[in-house]
């Protein structure tokens, strides 16, 4: 898979565009302080390869991104995948979930049948049908189960890892971008010594700046909270005040903010969820309303205790 032919083929995608880098998957620039160069980080099997190849010590961005790909591509020739994995589409362990109930239409009227499906000792799907009409629905379904518990070959099927690198996927990176990351250090002494021709790359040194804007998918757990306990917490707020504030500050949106259509308030828990360790009743006593600056100031260290300290400070004010 992983031959000469493969490897031409990526260095020509590497380089062909004369604006573009097309960085290979397992392959990243890296401009980080004074190192620059491309990180190639490769997994095979339960072992991560990482190296990282400076424009410096290759000769130049362009030197340092070819003898990457050659690194990466000598791993992925010498390594092949040889972990294993559960077929994905495998029949399942349990014979519960391996029988069916079956219509089929027939010449007077349909044809009604339990289906039992297992693997044979190579893995092949067999079936077997039993009638309702001969056996009953109850006794065909019984005798479908218990074909399907004995025949199984209670062996999982196992097919090889996927291998990601098979497939040709490419990162392109703009070159002239690379060229203004590479000349970045973050040593001042050597940049003020730059001649007056190196003027604009210094500039833009001095000017610190970031990219910004990529759009990443990343999973993480949530803690679950009930928006209508926050509006019944509002309404009973209102019910007693002529206006949504902090009940701390009693900073109010709207009088500060008069261009914003309805008034802004947090709903600050008084015993944080971060420490319910299980689903929890939440009573509206046990909620508070809170302005964005109380409310990222009292989470920062322990709430709880912040609390206290925030409403005994102003109520000191308020005196």
Not at 79 to 98: A, M, N
Not at 109 to 125: G, V
Not at 289 to 314: K, R, T, V, W, Y
Request: glycine share 4%.
């Amino acid at each position: 898979m992983f031959d000469d032919a493969f490897l031409r083929g990526t260095l020509k995608r590497a380089f062909e565009s004369p604006d573009y880098y097309n960085m290979p998957r397992g392959i990243k620039r890296f401009d980080y302080g004074n190192a620059h160069g491309w990180w190639v980080r490769v997994r095979r099997d339960r072992t991560s390869f990482r190296k990282l190849f400076s424009d410096g010590e290759y000769g130049g961005i362009q030197e340092a991104f070819k003898e990457s790909i050659i690194y990466r591509h000598e791993i992925l020739s010498n390594l092949p995948v040889t972990l294993k994995q559960i077929h994905g589409r495998s029949l399942s362990l349990e014979p519960e979930k391996r029988i069916d109930r079956i219509t089929e239409k027939g010449r007077k009227q349909p044809y009604i049948f339990w289906q039992a499906k297992w693997y044979d000792e190579n893995f092949k799907i067999q079936r077997k049908c039993f009638s309702v009409r001969e056996f009953g629905d109850d006794e065909a379904r019984l005798l479908a189960l218990d074909c399907a518990r004995k025949n199984h070959n209670k062996k999982p099927k196992v097919s090889s890892h996927p291998d990601l690198y098979t497939v040709p996927k490419f990162i392109p990176i703009s070159r002239s971008e690379v060229e203004v990351l590479a000349s970045i250090s973050s040593g001042s002494k050597s940049s003020t010594s730059r001649s007056g021709s190196n003027r604009s790359k210094l500039d833009i040194c001095e000017d610190p700046h970031a990219f910004e804007g990529e759009r990443k998918l990343e999973l993480h757990k949530s803690i679950e909270r009930d928006k209508n306990l926050r509006n019944q917490k509002i309404n009973q707020f209102l019910s007693t005040h002529d206006n949504i504030h902090c009940e701390l500050c009693k900073f109010n949106f709207k009088e500060n903010y008069p261009f914003l259509s309805k008034d802004i308030i947090e709903v600050h828990h008084i015993t944080p969820l971060s420490k319910l360790s299980s689903k929890t009743i939440t009573k509206l006593n046990d909620l508070m309303l809170l302005c964005s600056n109380c409310h990222f100031a009292i989470h920062q260290g322990d709430p709880e205790e912040n609390l206290i300290e925030a409403m005994q400070l102003f109520e000191n004010k308020n005196c």
